[in-house]
């Protein structure tokens, strides 16, 4: 079972271009995540869809987009990278979002 | 003051050592919580979920302080296999409502179990 997958693995990026991370899930889960993983700082919630066609915004949302067009896909999109969205970018999906997320492998980025 | 707070550590202990873990949530609202373990370079993965009289699973006992806001994770019996991160996670978000699953992840506690 993929359950959810996440590309590319790892990028680097030269500031002010655009970038978009995908994120697939194979589990027919409602819910959807984006989190951004720093050190000392924790995960942090980026944007988030209970249902697709609907999205909404979480800690640090700036600097971010998402779609949700249908169940499984999810999609990040940087529209003009910065050095500060340097970071690992996990994907995670939850059935009833009730509290257990599964999580991606996660997108490794770094902007140059 | 952070929503959701550990103690980073990190702890390092020997093989057998029992060791314990707290977190401290500032919103008294909420309704759900969890640990979760991330090894390193990995995706986080849920280890336990946390209710209100206490649970156990195998050598893992989770108890959740509702008057203190806390909640713990106690690992009995070490073993190399348990060195990881262990990341406190809390849902502010009532079940049913227009944003729940929104949770809250600790920083994390580092774990190091050598022999």
């Known amino acids: 079972t993929a359950g959810i997958t996440q590309a590319p693995t790892s990028q680097i990026l030269a500031a002010g271009r655009s970038m978009t991370l995908r994120c697939t899930q194979d589990?027919?889960?409602?819910?959807m995540y984006w989190y951004r993983q720093d050190l000392g700082l924790g995960l942090r919630l980026i944007h988030y869809s209970n249902t697709a066609g609907t999205t909404g915004k979480g800690e640090v949302p700036d600097g971010y987009s998402v779609s949700r067009a249908n169940t499984d896909d999810f999609p990040l999109t940087l529209a003009s990278a910065v050095p500060s969205q340097t970071s690992v970018y996990f994907c995670?999906?939850?059935?009833?979002?009730?509290?257990?997320?599964?999580f991606g492998e996660g997108s490794r980025l770094t902007v140059l | 003051r952070k929503e959701v707070e550990q103690d980073p550590g990190p702890f390092n202990v020997p093989e057998g050592a029992t060791v314990a873990f707290n977190c401290t949530y500032s919103n008294s609202a909420s309704q759900s919580f969890f640990w979760y373990r991330q090894d390193c370079r990995k995706e986080p993965k849920l280890l336990m979920s946390v209710y209100s009289s206490g649970n156990e699973d195998g050598r893992f006992t989770a108890q959740l302080n509702r008057a203190s806001q806390y909640i713990s994770l106690l690992i009995r019996d070490s073993k190399l296999s348990d060195s990881a991160t262990y990341l406190c996670?809390?849902?502010?978000?009532?079940?049913?409502?227009?944003?729940?699953?929104?949770?809250?992840f600790g920083q994390g506690t580092i774990l190091t179990v050598h022999p």
């Open positions: 996670v809390v849902n502010m978000e009532r079940a049913g409502g227009t944003s729940y699953g929104k949770l809250t």
């Open positions: 995670a999906s939850s059935y009833s979002g009730t509290g257990e997320l599964f």
């Open positions: 589990m027919r889960h409602n819910a």
